[in-house]
């Protein structure tokens, strides 16, 4: 080390060549807030020195912007439905270098093993995946989760290199309460970050909420609320994803005594968004569009997360810094050339440099473990005259329940003409043979049926269909697949996309995968599904933590009681 | 812990009543740089809720500003003189809850046990005492210190309570160069917070001072130098202290953008200067009255040291932040009307609450190990027709070298006349019979001798005097009083002040100290002394850091060369 250590130092005295240098580049100064024209020298993975420099290798970046590399905050790697080996090949090249994920989807289905696969899977990456472990495994005793993780088997990976303490604290309600479960994990990372989740809560709940030393949220969606919470004490991460979108409502936030409390995170990414806008870099533009000072935005971005998360060498272009750089064409858009991590280059004209070799991660994940089931599973006898529906309410995540009268014909069938939709939850994590029936409106298919094993947060098989035999073909594919998304019709598959990790994420890298969800956007609307995203509506429909009336694998969910109700009033 | 969580919680809830609610401050918020009007709910000592509360106790703020605790992020407690019992004493009433505390004086008389004696006799105060390890003890090989600390001995202290990291690394050559043993310690504090001190370096050295991972400097004097050092991504520590007086001219370096990146130290602050300026409140003063905005001001002394050291329950007036407040009755100027430690009053009303009993620490501290010696050892046979002399500077610590003609009389003595004194250091830690003997011209006595064991950094006694006789008495003295400063004349001590505590520091109160300080300086100045400081300016004689000519006891110091040379040419 200290070799090392004395290396460095000869090589920031500019008694030896540093092993690289990029020359003469504009670089964006975080601390003072300038852009200055300097060599950066890099040796042994290190940035070492700012100045005149001449190294082994020199890189002119004349004319270009040399920047840290960006660090995403709050990140569900399972939203992007890749591996972490194919999310680096995916956010590189959008100049991205470090992630803070939270594994609370994969965690859910597989528990500490989803943990573990997550850590040994983002080994010696070019992306650095920090883990923020997941606080609220599962997230309700409402519905069958594939796990449940206590404060002592969260404490298993306390300390672990890359694990920096305790994620989203979802469960407020639990904080506010004291709930000892709840406090228990809280105190088990005493001293440890501990990131936030509240949404809308203010006053003395959020008081009460940042007492017990949460200090970020990314959930506000209202300028006031943010404001609320910053002058609290938290971080206040903006987030822009492909759900949430709260960036252009939250920016006013954002001045320069205000944005050391700032970062900018996407939280879920899917992977058309990824593809397609990119990742921090979309964000910056969004940002610098709406008038954020370019200087403030990196800062959001590298800095601030850096500092946030206790880093101290990372987010700058300073000596002791690790070499994480981007090489930016033009500030505005942000224009990605060049990435350096640890100070080799891993993204250059357009190319990702080879990693390690793809590991087939699938293998390891077999589980779908169902309880033997058929067409008739999907049945629904009558039990009354009227029935508590869904209602999907366009392009959001909350639903309304809806009461109908149900015809005298024994059996309760979908009736697409009428939008009236079956929707199902069928458990597939201990092969209980719980399957929750469902009615739902707003979904709008005309024939076939739509099923995914990506069903937040549980993440059972959800279904919805026009026939129960559609419906058991659509969850066999599954099953057969290891999880994935599937669409089927006249009692066949017609598309599907599997998802062999955990029944969430695929091995295959992002162009496939992003066009994969886009054909089963397509299939599903050619079904007559006339959501914007079906696929997406689909998992949220088992999501029993957002109002007003959901469908798990036990029955149905009155979120606003936070209880089961049956199907029939 | 869950039960105390679970109460705190139940504070901030409202459901209990809190400790003590501050109702209806002024509260300055360092997130959102604002000042809000609220109150502010104290619970098990920590701040649980700021909004409206009810409290078991109520104190009425209106009016007032409510602000966090000061936090001093350089601080050498040696020269204020006080013991860190009386130090607490002192500083509360000005503001101050934290300092963070390099012992490099105490530990260069008394090693380990200097800093064990400050860490226990700074457990449980009102006064929240951090420490970094003194990096450089000895300062130098060319004098004799009381100790000698290896990175192996500073390891013992790493990771103990409140035990920081690796104090100022005044080696920056060292650094610089690579030496093994000072990149051990640096090696030996990886992952620590590691701060600098490396006044007017810049360029390639200074990028390889800071690839070594050091991240602070409080040594800039000049504008651009501050600049440089902030762009390369050191927190710049402002200092005004007693002797080095820097704020007028760095504060054009605090901005909105840059504030972050900024703290106000002392680093050396007398007795007299605390007792009549103040401490933290005085810098906040000054910074206000040259314009820089007060919110930006108080971060500065709070938020900022407090994110720079780690702290995540410090520096601010949030939920889950320490109970460590002041209350202001003005701004401008900071008037401090009350002061609270973990939620307690322990200033108010002009009164600080009675703490624990003092302790006699002088009994455990017998610094004192002399050869014996007598007036003849200040004798000097004359070897040479010209001698080194050092030529003091008015204000300044640096001296010059001037050679002057010797009369043939085969003693060289002392010519109060010409202004040609005699200086002598006496090795006080070792018993090695080293005394170095030179002569000074600038100092202005004209009769008796003044003699101290503050002598930086080795803290041997100095002694300068118009006779060998007052020079013996003024030495004996200070070696019968175990430390401390003391003035003779006509063979009788005529003042002296104790400082029994490693011959550094009193055992009495603030106001003692400052008016015997005050004592001293009079007694010198009857005594014909023509410096501003005579025991400042006495001090520094023998810190051979600084350029140009400078005694130790083993002689004088060519400090240009770094080497030693003998006093005739």
Same mark, same amino acid.
């Given at each position: 080390?200290?070799?090392?250590? &004395?290396?460095?130092?000869? /090589?920031?005295?500019?008694?030896?060549?540093?092993?690289?240098?990029?020359?003469?580049?504009?670089?964006?100064?975080?601390?003072?807030?300038?852009?200055?024209?300097?060599?950066?020298?890099?040796?042994?993975?290190?940035?070492?020195?700012?100045?005149?420099?001449?190294?082994?290798?020199?890189?002119?970046?004349?004319?270009?912007?040399?920047?840290?590399?960006?660090?995403?905050?709050?990140?569900?790697?399972?939203?992007?439905?890749?591996?972490?080996?194919?999310?680096?090949? /995916?956010?590189?090249?959008?100049?991205?270098?470090a992630i803070v994920a939270d594994p609370h989807e994969i965690a859910n289905v597989m528990g500490k093993e989803g943990i573990r696969y997550i850590l040994k899977s983002s080994e010696d990456l070019p992306l650095d995946i920090y883990m923020m472990l997941p606080s609220c495994v599962p997230a309700t005793d409402l519905e069958t989760s594939g796990a449940r993780l206590s404060a002592q088997e969260l404490l298993a990976f306390k300390g672990q290199p890359r694990v920096l303490g305790l994620g989203e604290m979802m469960n407020y309600p639990g904080v506010i309460h004291g709930v000892d479960s709840v406090l228990e994990k809280i105190a088990a990372f005493n001293h440890s970050t501990k990131d936030g989740h509240a949404p809308l809560v203010s006053g003395k709940e959020l008081n009460a909420y940042i007492a017990a030393d949460i200090r970020s949220d990314h959930e506000c969606t209202v300028l006031e609320e943010a404001k609320e919470k910053l002058r609290l004490g938290m971080f206040i991460m903006i987030r822009e994803g492909t759900q949430a979108k709260n960036l252009k409502t939250l920016l006013p936030l954002v001045s320069p005594a205000?944005?050391?409390?700032?970062?900018?995170?996407?939280?879920?990414?899917?992977?058309?968004?990824?593809?397609?806008?990119?990742? =921090?870099?979309?964000?910056l533009d969004l940002a610098v569009a709406q008038g954020i000072d370019p200087i403030l935005a990196i800062q959001m971005v590298t800095l601030n997360p850096a500092r946030y998360f206790g880093f101290k060498d990372l987010g700058a272009i300073a000596p002791g810094y690790r070499a994480d750089m981007v090489v930016l064409s033009s500030l505005q858009p942000v224009g990605i050339d060049m990435v350096l991590k640890g100070g080799e280059i891993v993204f250059q004209e357009g190319q990702v440099k080879p990693g390690r070799a793809r590991q087939d991660a699938a293998n390891h994940f077999t589980s779908m473990r169902i309880y033997p089931y058929g067409p008739?599973?999907?049945?629904?006898?009558?039990?009354?005259?009227?029935?508590? #529906?869904?209602?999907?309410?366009?392009?959001?995540?909350?639903?309304?329940?809806? #009461?109908?009268?149900?015809?005298?014909?024994?059996?309760?069938?979908?009736?697409?003409?009428?939008?009236?939709?079956k929707v199902a939850v069928v458990e597939r994590h201990h092969a209980t043979g719980n399957v929750g029936i469902g009615f739902v409106k707003g979904f709008g298919l005309k024939q076939g049926a739509l099923a995914s094993s990506v069903a937040h947060d549980s993440h059972n098989i959800v279904c919805v269909g026009c026939?129960?035999?559609?419906?058991?073909?659509?969850?066999?594919?599954?099953?057969?697949?290891?999880?994935?998304?599937? /669409?089927?019709?006249?009692?066949?598959?017609?598309?599907?996309?599997?998802?062999?990790?955990?029944?969430?994420?695929?091995?295959?890298?992002?162009?496939?995968?992003?066009?994969?969800?886009?054909?089963?956007?397509?299939?599903?609307?050619?079904?007559?599904?006339?959501?914007?995203?079906?696929?997406? /509506?689909?998992?949220?429909?088992?999501?029993?933590?957002?109002?007003? =009336? &959901?469908?798990?694998?036990?029955?149905?969910?009155?979120v606003n009681r936070f209880e089961h109700v049956p199907l029939f009033t």
């Open positions: 080390m200290i070799q090392r250590l &004395k290396q460095r130092i000869e /090589a920031a005295r500019g008694d030896i060549p540093a092993d690289l240098v990029l020359k003469g580049g504009e670089v964006i100064n975080l601390f003072s807030c300038e852009i200055l024209h300097t060599d950066v020298a890099v040796h042994d993975g290190m940035i070492v020195g700012l100045g005149e420099y001449e190294g082994l290798q020199n890189i002119d970046v004349q004319g270009r912007y040399v920047c840290p590399g960006f660090m995403d905050g709050h990140f569900h790697i399972e939203s992007s439905m890749l591996s972490p080996e194919e999310l680096a090949r /995916a956010v590189l090249p959008r100049g991205t270098t205000t944005v050391r409390r700032c970062m900018l995170v996407t939280d879920d990414l899917h992977p058309h968004d990824l593809l397609e806008k990119g990742h =921090l870099n979309h964000l008739d599973t999907f049945a629904v006898r009558q039990m009354g005259s009227h029935m508590r #529906v869904i209602r999907l309410i366009r392009d959001q995540i909350v639903t309304m329940c809806e #009461v109908v009268g149900v015809p005298n014909t024994g059996l309760v069938i979908s009736d697409p003409e009428q939008d009236l939709l026939n129960d035999q559609d419906m058991y073909v659509a969850v066999k594919d599954i099953e057969t697949m290891g999880g994935g998304l599937a /669409a089927a019709n006249h009692g066949q598959v017609v598309a599907h996309l599997p998802l062999p990790i955990g029944g969430l994420m695929s091995d295959r890298p992002l162009h496939e995968v992003a066009r994969g969800w886009e054909k089963m956007r397509e299939v599903a609307n050619h079904l007559g599904s006339r959501t914007e995203q079906p696929f997406m /509506a689909l998992s949220f429909l088992a999501l029993p933590v957002i109002p007003e =009336l &959901k469908i798990t694998d036990r029955g149905l969910v009155d």
